[in-house]
């Protein structure tokens, strides 16, 4: 399929390529990167862009690669008048997504004490399939939960005041309709709360590195103020909860297709008028699941704030526990775009994606706003993370998104025949790296070799500018599922 070019980092496949296109698709990238995009990724994004009511292009990110549906790292605007929704464009694990927790604290004072603030963690954070929370949910204080998302922890003790202005959408999203939740989807996540899952779901403590500050204004702004500081990162999302919701829609879209006349070219497309009753009925549970990802990280934040203060036997407010942000990569959202010169409301599916909003824009914190929304891209457990801010560049041309993460390059299964789960925790452990690992499986999944180069897609969007660096940091200890 012939890609074009259009500018550094850009790559275009016209409407004149696959029958059915409606806008153009575009690749974002280096060289090397588009070199070893998987084709799939391709044929997904051009498929995305049949379908009915997408605005100006789809577009795929740096990190992209082959999922369902659409492909991880796409992203893709439709009109809220005759346009689509998807939960292929939105994924499986609904607002899954990274929180960046600061401390006070530095790299000479935490490493001594790294292997009890693991286990401490270990412990408090359950990790792995089927694991179940401390917080005990009934089916009334579970939809409260999907209504209320952060709120609802803020109200019962699980977080501060604070935490909520340093979330994505103040950790709630408005929308939520409980009632078009199923039974199935509420057994699976009712006992969830506060868990970590498995796959690619990780929490590390980590470092900033103090000769990798690109931008010492806007990291200031973010809180990072000492050398070698120490960081928390969390990704996870809604786990079995928002599986089971997108699991159902898909069933239902698959049906009703026929009567709203659409026609797709994968079944794994599946789609609903996002004004018809269905597409109406999948947002408001999309937005419990949302919701419910939202409360999982904070009750995550508490555990990770009671497992410092244990460890340290200091308060966690001395320690400066504060959340630099917390951001969704699977999920779609109503938002204000241009449009052919006209502010339009879109409904923009971002799936392995992340939001990048520029400075001074309003739906940026107020505490952030004079420097642009946090960015926090997670790496491989063998290379490190990035945190980096919202430029207009990416307001302009890719509806406020970025790349969430390395992405990878290998299947699940091609990396568990390369690498032994035990032989990568002792090359770690050599490195100086504390790890804590549900499975062996599971931790051979995650290998490093998996994934993309960290580096090379960051600097990719720094360069086109889509999102800016601030600072890297690097990976002391690793829990994984």
């Known amino acids: 399929m012939q890609m074009n070019k259009i500018q550094e980092g850009i790559w275009e496949i016209p409407i004149t390529e696959k029958e059915g296109m409606r806008v153009p698709a575009r690749i974002l990238g280096s060289e090397k990167l588009i070199e070893i995009m998987d084709k799939g990724v391709i ?37 809220t008048k005759d346009g689509v929704i998807s939960p292929g ?12 927790i600061r401390t006070g604290l530095t790299l000479d004072e935490v490493k001594p004490k ?24 009934n089916a009334n204080t579970f939809k409260e939960v999907m209504t209320k998302g952060v709120d609802w922890c803020i109200e019962n003790g699980y977080g501060w005041q604070e935490d909520r202005d340093r979330i994505e959408e103040s950790g709630h999203m408005k ?30 403590i980590q470092v900033g590195l103090t000769d990798q500050i690109y931008d010492p204004d806007i990291a200031k702004v973010y809180g990072i103020t000492i050398p070698n500081q120490v960081f928390i990162m969390v990704h996870c999302g809604s786990r ?3 599986h089971q919701i997108a699991t159902d829609y898909l069933q239902t879209f698959l049906s009703s297709m026929n009567k709203h006349g659409l026609k797709i070219l ?35 934040t508490h555990r990770i704030r009671e497992a410092f203060s244990e460890v340290f036997k200091r308060d966690p407010k001395e320690m400066e526990m504060h959340i630099i942000y917390d ?95 035990s032989d990568l925790r002792q090359k770690m452990t050599d490195r100086g790296m ?17 994934y993309k180069d960290i580096d090379e897609v960051v600097n990719a969007v720094d360069s086109i500018g889509i999102s800016k660096k601030v600072i890297q940091l690097r990976p002391l200890g690793s829990i994984k599922g």
């Not at 939105?90 to 929180?99: K, L, Q």
Request: neutral net charge; glycine residues 14%.
């Open 43 to 79: 044929e997904q994004i051009t498929n995305v862009a049949c379908l009915p009511g997408i605005q100006k292009q789809a577009l795929c990110m740096p990190d992209g690669h082959w999922g369902y549906g659409f492909p991880i790292g796409g992203v893709a605007a439709f009109s």
């Open 89 to 100: 464009g939105i994924g499986f694990d609904i607002n899954c997504g990274v929180r960046l």
């Open 114 to 137: 790294m292997n009890a603030l693991m286990d401490a963690l270990f412990k408090m954070v359950p990790a792995g399939v089927g694991s179940s929370g401390s917080v005990k949910l």
């Open 175 to 204: 929308g939520a309709n409980p009632a078009k939740v199923s039974q199935k989807a509420i057994s699976r996540g009712i006992d969830q709360l506060g868990t970590l899952g498995s796959g690619n779901h990780y929490l590390e």
């Open 240 to 242: 079995g909860f928002g």
């Open 266 to 300: 994968d079944r794994e497309l599946a789609c609903a008028p996002f004004n018809s009753q269905e597409g109406q009925d999948y947002f408001g549970a999309m937005v419990c699941a949302a919701n419910s990802a939202f409360a999982n990280r904070q009750v995550i």
């Open 327 to 421: 951001v969704a990569h699977n999920i779609a959202k109503l938002e204000k775009h241009d449009i052919d010169g006209e502010q339009k409301e879109v409904i923009v599916h971002r799936k392995g994606a992340t939001r990048s909003f520029p400075p001074n824009n309003q739906d940026v914190p107020e505490i952030y706003r004079e420097a642009g929304q946090p960015v926090i891209v997670g790496g491989s457990m063998e290379t490190g993370s990035y945190l980096l801010s919202g430029t207009q560049k990416a307001q302009d041309t890719t509806f406020g998104s970025t790349c969430h993460g390395a992405g990878r390059v290998m299947s699940r299964t091609e990396a568990k025949r390369r690498v032994r789960g």
């Open 434 to 450: 504390v790890v804590r690992a549900v499975s062996m499986s599971g931790l051979a999944e995650e290998a490093g070799l998996a």
